[in-house]
């Protein structure tokens, strides 16, 4: 479904600022896999999810989805295949707008359209009964702008959207970090419940340990650009933060000290 081959990317190359975000990376997911991504501040995370995105073009490697290349392609291509959910509950949604305009932006997604898109009866039935899966009562409140919405509400509305056309991939980017924790709990839930009910391959980067574990099939932790373990669904299963924390050391030659890592 989604494959990196030795991807690489550098930052200010040639430079006395020159730095390694990404290094010979090699990836692939199967289809289904929901992967989760650990690593320090300047592992190379973000950088990652922005290559698959499109929002960067790598400096050596390949990006495969379902077998067609697509590292040279920009963002508002790749966005048929892919949704992304980004930390910012401000991210990924247009504040003055209303959440019916919002979705059908989400809904037109990787299609042709004219100059404008409309929202008739049946979209509006369509968008009610989608938001009622959220439990938060936004089904009764389309016509509300999306800026008005509290953090998490805009994130419930974000990852709906980003998953509305059952994307071949999704992307979440710590999308639950600027939440506290009783919402971002409530967005890990509906996270679940989305991608087990849609299959959704999906790839989500976080900074708590114990999410990670618990989340998914599979687990990546990134050190320095590159991948420094990568944990299959039958050694997670059984796996502890400090099981974790061991065999980082061990690979790496160093203890994870960044303070933005939650243990659990």
């Known amino acids: 479904m989604l494959q990196l081959t030795h991807v690489s990317k550098l ?54 989805i379902d077998g067609s290349e697509v590292q040279n392609l920009p963002e508002f291509r790749r966005s048929r295949w892919i949704g992304r959910v980004f930390q910012d509950p401000m991210a990924g949604t247009a504040p003055r707008m209303t959440i019916e305009e919002n979705l059908a932006m989400a809904y037109n997604r990787g ?69 506290d924790p009783a919402r971002a709990e409530l967005i890990t839930r509906l996270t679940e419940e989305i991608i087990r009910e849609l299959s959704l391959t999906t790839l989500m980067v976080t900074h708590n340990m114990e999410q990670a574990i618990r989340l998914g099939n599979r687990l990546i932790m990134m050190d320095k650009g590159r991948i420094v373990l990568d944990i299959p669904r039958e050694r997670k299963q059984d796996l502890t933060v400090e099981r974790l924390l061991g065999e980082f050391e061990q690979i790496s030659g160093h203890k994870l000290t960044d303070d933005r890592i939650v243990l659990g």
């Open 111 to 179: 299609k042709k359209r004219g100059l404008r898109f409309g929202v008739n009866a049946a979209k509006r039935s369509m968008f009610r009964e989608q938001l009622s899966r959220l439990g938060i009562g936004l089904e009764n409140r389309l016509r509300a702008k999306v800026g008005l919405l509290s953090g998490g509400e805009r994130q419930a509305l974000s990852l709906l959207m980003a998953t509305f056309t059952e994307p071949q991939i999704l992307l979440l980017d710590e999308h639950t970090a600027a939440l």
């Open 11 to 64: 930052f200010n190359p040639g430079t006395t600022d020159e730095k390694v975000a990404l290094m010979d990376i090699n990836l692939h997911l199967e289809p289904g896999d929901f992967v989760t991504v650990i690593g320090s501040n300047g592992a190379g995370k973000s950088t990652l999810m922005n290559i698959i995105s499109g929002g960067m073009k790598p400096d050596a490697g390949k990006v495969l």
